[in-house]
């Protein structure tokens, strides 16, 4: 199955300001898809991102707080923008894989 | 009600007991079945897959399926300490996943 890079793997980050998280996966994937976990809680999907098109967000989730680029089929980007303490969370990337979906080992933000 | 609730909470549990981790679901277009298995600070790892009721065994593991009934099961035998991690299940077809169960398996 892929094998996904994802960074930074945590940052603590000011009230106000945007962090950008970046996935790279080692081979040729449709589509990549952006989670949320809150601490003790499980997994949220934030959007799906395709190659060549806007990103599907879910409900609760927009374009404006979480824009998302996907310029090929290897790379993608989340930011988080305009940040609130309520936005500190693990955010997590994933592919579709053989038998399931897989993870990169998540960006883990803090927000002060 | 929710479309997955997953039980136990956080469980602990001496070196070498049966570990027992379940979930049920509403969704009866659920028809792919996984367990992840989370280390702390690490991203989720598949653990286990199944489409089909009955059950599935890897080793230590044995993964059980209840189509009818509408609930899957996760069996952890002789547990070890290195198998102590939050155990998730998932779904494939709406990238559903249950909150998680924290096991500490105590040496």
């Known amino acids: 199955s892929a094998v996904i890079s994802q960074k930074p793997s945590r940052d603590i980050c000011q009230r106000g300001t945007s962090l950008t998280i970046q996935c790279q996966v080692d081979?040729?994937?449709?589509?990549m898809f952006w989670y949320r976990q809150q601490p003790g809680q499980s997994l949220t999907l934030i959007a799906t991102a395709n190659q060549g098109s806007e990103a599907t967000y879910e409900s609760g989730f927009v374009i404006d707080k979480f824009p998302i680029s996907r310029p090929n089929l290897t790379f993608s980007t989340l930011t988080v923008s305009n940040m609130s303490p309520e936005d500190s969370s693990i955010y997590l990337c994933s592919v579709t894989g053989p038998y399931g979906y897989t993870f990169g080992s998540g960006t883990r933000l803090t927000v002060v | 009600q929710k479309e997955v609730e997953q039980d136990p909470g956080p469980l602990s549990v001496p070196e070498g007991a049966i570990v027992s981790l379940n979930c049920t679901y509403s969704?009866?277009?659920?028809?792919?079945f996984m367990w992840y298995r989370q280390y702390s600070r690490k991203g989720p790892e598949l653990l286990m897959y199944t489409y089909s009721s009955g059950n599935k065994e890897d080793g230590r593991f044995t993964a059980q399926v209840d189509k009818s009934s509408k609930y899957i099961s996760l069996f952890i035998r002789d547990s070890q300490p290195s198998d102590s991690a939050t155990y998730l299940c998932a779904f494939y077809e709406q990238l559903t996943f249950g909150s998680g169960t924290q096991l500490t398996v105590l040496p």
């Open positions: 081979s040729q994937v449709t589509m």
């Open positions: 969704n009866s277009a659920f028809q792919y």
